[in-house]
């Protein structure tokens, strides 16, 4: 996540900014802040998501744990209620710098989302799934509300109008992260039947069975393939942009070689396999983006 919005930053938002002759709202402090701020977040839900899965993780990934075996639960809630405590102080300070404090609201809806996800939303039908694809998806579309104002002051979309080009692949992006997040979660969800269902989950496969959760993930799949054609198709950049099409191509042969997987997937280890490619596909993806 901090890869993300760094190089959404520094290598596409920075500079069509600087191009119009406007810099970023954001400058290196402000950002190294958000990005501060982004990291405390996640490590908070990481923390408070595995202190309600304790029980879970026994069963879905016993040699992963942590919680119990390496921290104590009351040191894994003590590092939560410090971690919500800092990020809140940081998030307010950032907001205030530049001039717009109602955006410090974003933090404390953040870490309630991700609460609410663990204790309860996780549990039911696709909620869980909606959540996670969306923060994750949130990670570089935050980027681009300090730079509202710069955006309206352009005109169309087109090469002569860099902003909201910039604008467009990063809100394209975020829709991918979005997408292949959602993906991941619903393979995860199958792979973790077991425990799911000892913990009384109301997870796709579980309620709708395997055969329909694997055509979400593969209807989904085919989403992102369209969604990345439609990429391809609006930016005028590409044309002869060899290392774009390099990257297009393998992208989508490793989608499709995921999909057809999905469809032969048969035990815990085959979605495991899946999992680790989609991962795969979300760094193809971000490298797609910076050629276009």
Request: proline share 4%; net charge negative.
């Amino acid at each position: 996540m901090l890869l993300t919005q760094v190089l959404m930053q520094y290598l596409i938002l920075t500079p069509a900014l600087e191009a119009t002759g406007k810099e970023p709202v954001l400058n290196g402090f402000h950002f190294a802040l958000l990005c501060l701020v982004t990291l405390i977040i996640t490590a908070s839900g990481f923390i408070i998501n595995d202190l309600f899965d304790q029980e879970i993780d026994r069963v879905n990934k016993p040699d992963e744990l942590i919680i119990g075996p390496r921290i104590s639960p009351d040191t894994a809630k003590k590092m939560y209620h410090v971690l919500n405590i800092i990020g809140g102080i940081l998030a307010l300070w950032l907001s205030v710098e530049i001039g717009k404090p109602f955006w410090f609201l974003i933090y404390p809806v953040a870490v309630f989302g991700l609460w609410l996800y663990s204790r309860f939303l996780k549990k039911l039908f696709l909620w869980g799934n909606f959540v996670v694809a969306a923060f994750c998806g949130g990670v570089s579309l935050v980027l681009l509300l300090p730079e509202l104002d710069s955006y309206f002051q352009t005109g169309s979309i087109s090469p002569e109008n860099p902003v909201r080009l910039g604008f467009l692949i990063i809100a394209f992006y975020s829709l991918f992260a979005f997408l292949t997040t959602f993906l991941r979660e619903v393979i995860m969800d199958l792979e973790d039947m077991e425990g799911d269902q000892a913990d009384h989950r109301r997870t796709l496969p579980l309620i709708s069975g395997v055969g329909n959760a694997k055509i979400v993930a593969v209807v989904t799949g085919f989403l992102i393939i369209l969604l990345c054609a439609l990429i391809w198709s609006a930016s005028s950049l590409i044309g002869g942009n060899i290392p774009a099409i390099i990257i297009f191509s393998i992208f989508n042969l490793l989608l499709l070689l995921s999909i057809y997987k999905i469809f032969t997937a048969e035990i815990k280890q085959h979605y495991g396999t899946i999992s680790t490619q989609i991962k795969v596909l979300m760094l193809l993806g971000l490298l797609f983006a910076f050629t276009l």
